[in-house]
């Protein structure tokens, strides 16, 4: 089958059910959707044959596996490059989730992740002994609101 399949209804609600819970089963979706199960099944087909349908995957609860999120505003000296700093932090500094170079007020944001273990204070004493970083700021997050779109409305 080409790229060239268009969606319709049925397989936009079908994609809304599948998006929800992958591990849906195909007559629980076909009672749901008021047809036979086969029916379910050779629009899956289609749908990952057109590729509109990668792979089935699990999402996990961040609230369970994640710590203490904490993300660090780092200013750098004129006389260091960014790319520099960050290999410096990649290469010594523990619990690193993203580096982000930036434009404004701060060079760098660093987004770390730890289990409350006083990984989070070593991490940042290490990166403020880099040499380089002029200084750090550091917010903790109270909790995390993820927005997800609603690709087919």
């Known amino acids: 089958m080409t790229n060239e399949y268009a969606l319709d209804e049925f397989d936009k609600q079908l994609l809304k059910i599948l998006v929800e819970d992958g591990r849906k089963k195909n007559t629980e979706i ?67 989730e993203a580096i982000y170079e930036t434009a404004g007020e701060v060079d760098l944001i660093v987004v770390f992740n730890s289990h409350g273990d006083g990984t989070l204070k070593i991490a940042i004493e290490e990166l403020r002994g880099i040499q380089g970083v002029v200084s750090t700021k550091t917010y903790i997050a109270l909790s995390r609101t993820k927005i997800e779109r609603d690709i087919f409305s």
Request: charged share 35%.
């Open 30 to 96: 076909a009672r749901i959707m008021n047809v036979t199960e086969g029916a379910i099944r050779k629009r899956i087909k289609k749908l990952k044959d057109a590729e509109f349908i990668e792979k089935f995957t699990v999402k996990l609860n961040e609230r369970k596996l994640t710590g203490t999120l904490a993300i660090v505003n780092i200013e750098i000296d004129g006389n260091s490059s960014p790319s520099t700093i960050t290999e410096k932090i990649e290469e010594h500094v523990k619990g690193v």
